[in-house]
């Protein structure tokens, strides 16, 4: 494994320096440094799941001192670090291929060299932040991880939008930073100790304030609800392929952090931490969600729903927190293994959809859903693909974020089996709110699909639109095929995930998900529950097969005959004969005046009649 270790690391340093040194020739030094950071995440996903298939201690992975005191670097591998990792490289893989065909598009407007040396950069310092064991390390790695995404959200310099979204985000982290120091300077002065391991001795109240400061300091990053005030602006001037990198793995190293440090560190010892976190990410996931419905900025709605997502995790970690201080620890486990399963759900379909929102800009050059339209004719593969991811996001079978919803349902369940009265209450309110995000976030990519893919081009620019190229396509189709693969077959995943409950709680629920890897025959079994994404796909496929030979049955000769659209008598119809995405999220808009505040303007605009 260290061998992996190594060449990774070589591979990943290589295609950062090259660039800068093939610096003119824009086109080489795109291709060589994208093929040497897809080999470079093909090492690291390699060396994620062998730490997951394997037994015993944490890997050391390098350990380097200085005369300075205190400066170290270690790096070790457990197996919450080496699934974190697995996120970071399937994601990186599928970047750096469709990077290959994206950056043809900036090769005279931006110094693509520099940009690629800062991409590796930062997925190298996202790699250091999940593998550091001290407090030292970790601290200048995720420095080091928010200046460099900062250096990349502002990398169009000409972009007004990207400098104030740019000194928002970088304002925002270093707050969050200032939060996690003084955690850091007070888990020094109570233990002696700057490794990252479980602290004993700690009394009750420096664990709470604690608690506090890596709430805050790592609520920054995840961008938790209040905190949240620069995601929606930083992730939408990036480039698309920043923005996947930013919502599908930055964020979640945030939620590495509360793991690493609430479970781990200070053991989760409290209950109302737990009831915190199950609360915030309840609001998080609706409010992200019903603001997301508004957005036609299509790459700010994305952004919005990573809060959203966030929110899904958080009440999954929530139960796992609160069931553990209460002494239930299959109950935190199965909310713990779909708090974990929604974080590889949530990089791989937010990952498509914004290198779908990626591709859409690349052949539009806008991010106004209003002016797109009938897009499925003009870029069918984009559009299949980003189809399949919001059937993924929108946790509808056989796709895996009906799974690990589904089992974040089942956890919440399970503990209002266990709990008190109040936090009954709280988990059937978070329950509701789940759904209610559910029913919203189907709702929101309706009309991201239907608005900008189905009806008549609403502009000059989507009526010339063409295909993206096809690496830009099969970087798509990497995130996309594993969305179904692992809708279908969810227990493969389950089963290295369990190995995370057994490190972190002692405790394995692989024996309450049952079933076996059988094409025909794969359930998920739950506290009486069960799903079966086979069946679900195999007895849709079955039902379409049914209807169609029942229709041929009916008519066997009939023709096919094809018309016009009925315009009702019109002449003709044309895009303003169309929903809008204004229009579209109008009702709820509506529903939710008192949240949304909307203010009504009217234009008058002189007519035929006084009466038009």
């Known amino acids: ?189 109570h233990t002696g100790s700057l490794e990252i391991a479980a602290a004993g001795g700690l009394s009750t109240k420096v664990k709470n304030i604690l608690f506090v400061l890596f709430l805050l300091g790592f609520g920054v990053k995840a961008g938790l609800i209040p905190l949240h005030v620069w995601l929606p602006y930083a992730h939408p001037v990036a480039l698309s ?11 979640k190293t945030a939620v590495y952090g509360l793991l690493r440090f609430i479970l781990v560190v200070l053991g989760a010892s409290e209950t109302w931490w737990g009831v915190v976190i199950l609360l915030l990410g309840a609001v998080a996931a609706t409010l992200g969600i019903a603001y997301a419905l508004l957005e036609n900025n299509y790459k700010r709605l994305l952004a919005y729903s990573s809060i959203e997502n966030i929110g899904i995790i958080l009440i999954g970690l929530g139960v796992a927190l609160a069931a553990s201080a209460g002494r239930h620890p299959a109950v935190a486990a199965l909310a713990l293994l779909a708090s974990l399963f929604h974080v590889l759900n949530h990089t791989l379909f937010k990952g498509a959809l914004f290198l779908g929102a990626g591709s859409l800009h690349y052949a539009l050059q806008t991010k106004n859903i209003e002016k797109l339209g009938g897009l499925m004719k003009k870029m069918p593969f984009t559009g299949v693909l980003m189809l399949l991811a919001a059937l993924a996001i929108s946790a509808l079978p056989p796709f895996n974020g009906f799974v690990s919803e589904w089992l974040t349902f089942q956890s919440i369940f399970q503990f209002l089996n266990v709990s008190g009265t109040g936090a009954q209450l709280l988990g059937m309110l978070s329950a509701a709110a789940l759904a209610l995000t559910g029913g919203l976030g189907a709702a929101c990519f309706v009309k991201l699909i239907g608005i900008s893919f189905l ?28 969305c179904l693969l692992l809708g279908i077959f969810p227990r493969a995943m389950a089963g290295l995930l369990d190995g995370i409950n057994q490190e972190l709680l002692q405790i394995s629920i692989l024996p309450a998900i049952k079933g076996s890897i059988i094409f025909i025959y794969y359930p998920l079994q739950v ?25 041929h049955l009916l008519h066997p000769h009939s023709n096919q005959r094809l018309y016009e659209t009925w315009d009702c008598g019109f002449g003709g119809l044309n895009s303003r004969m169309q929903y809008t995405a204004t229009g579209f999220s109008k009702p709820l808009r509506i529903v939710f005046r008192t949240l949304y505040r909307p203010k009504r303007v009217l234009e008058y605009k002189e007519g035929l009649s006084p009466y038009y």
């Open 1 to 189: 494994m260290i061998v992996l270790f190594m060449t990774a690391l070589a591979l990943y340093g290589c295609a950062a320096v090259l660039p800068l040194i093939l610096t003119k020739y824009q086109r080489a030094h795109t291709l060589l440094s994208n093929l040497l950071q897809a080999a470079a995440s093909c090492c690291t996903a390699l060396l994620a799941l062998g730490r997951l298939n394997a037994a015993g201690p944490a890997l050391k992975l390098l350990d380097i001192s200085s005369p300075i005191p205190y400066l170290t670097l270690t790096l070790k591998l457990d197996k919450l670090s080496a699934f974190f990792l697995l996120c970071l490289a399937v994601l990186s893989l599928s970047v750096s291929i469709y990077s290959i065909g994206y950056m043809k598009h900036y090769f005279d407007k931006l110094n693509t060299g520099l940009f690629h040396c800062f991409v590796n950069v930062f997925i190298v310092s996202m790699f250091f932040v999940l593998t550091a064991a001290d407090l030292v390390s970790f601290l200048i790695a995720w420095e080091i991880m928010s200046l460099v995404s900062y250096a990349l959200v502002v990398f169009e310099t000409k972009e007004t939008e990207n400098s104030k979204a740019g000194l928002l985000y970088i304002i925002m982290t270093h707050l969050g930073a200032a939060f996690l120091i003084i955690a850091f300077m007070l888990l020094y002065v």
């Open 241 to 251: 392929n920043i923005s996947a990198l930013m919502s599908g793995i930055m964020i």
């Open 455 to 482: 009806g008549l081009p609403r502009s000059p620019e989507a009526e010339e639109a063409r295909e993206a190229p096809a690496p830009m396509l099969f970087g798509m189709g990497i995130l996309v095929f594993l």
């Open 527 to 551: 506290g009486g529950t069960a799903i079966s994404p086979v069946f679900v796909l195999a007895g849709g496929l079955v039902l379409l097969i049914i209807c169609l030979t029942v229709i």
